[in-house]
């Protein structure tokens, strides 16, 4: 079955960089897109990163553009999110997300979560 197990997600200091990594396994990784989605504390789901999965296609919102790179390991079936300059705002729990399309009402199946938390 399908698994998608995030890991990386911990405490840093505004201004700091983080790498989140998704281990995906149960289906064939290069034929989906695959996103980053995060859910700040008391808020609804924000949609942040997406790329797919063969292509390397990658898109981004505008709150993590420049600041965010998304990217991947077909050897490994590994999706990964490289965060630098974090804000406190970017505190949220993120989630690996595998998508038929490059459209977030599209995401068939999710990660458990890491927890992001960018204070000092």
């Known amino acids: 079955q399908v698994q998608l197990v995030e890991s990386g997600g911990k405490l840093v200091q505004p201004g700091g960089s983080l790498r989140l990594s998704c281990a995906a396994s149960g289906f064939a990784f290069s034929n989906y897109w695959m996103n980053w989605v995060r859910q700040a504390p008391g808020k609804g789901l924000e949609w942040v990163s997406i790329i797919h999965g063969g292509a390397g296609i990658t898109y981004y919102s505008d709150r993590a553009k420049g600041r965010f790179t998304i990217s991947k390991d077909n050897g490994q079936n590994t999706l990964s999110l490289q965060m630098n300059s974090l804000k406190p705002e970017d505190t949220a729990v993120y989630y690996c997300?595998?998508?038929?399309?490059?459209?977030?009402?599209?995401?068939?199946?999710w990660g458990q979560g890491t927890q992001v938390t960018v204070s000092s």
């Open positions: 997300a595998k998508s038929q399309f490059a459209l977030p009402w599209t995401i068939l199946d």
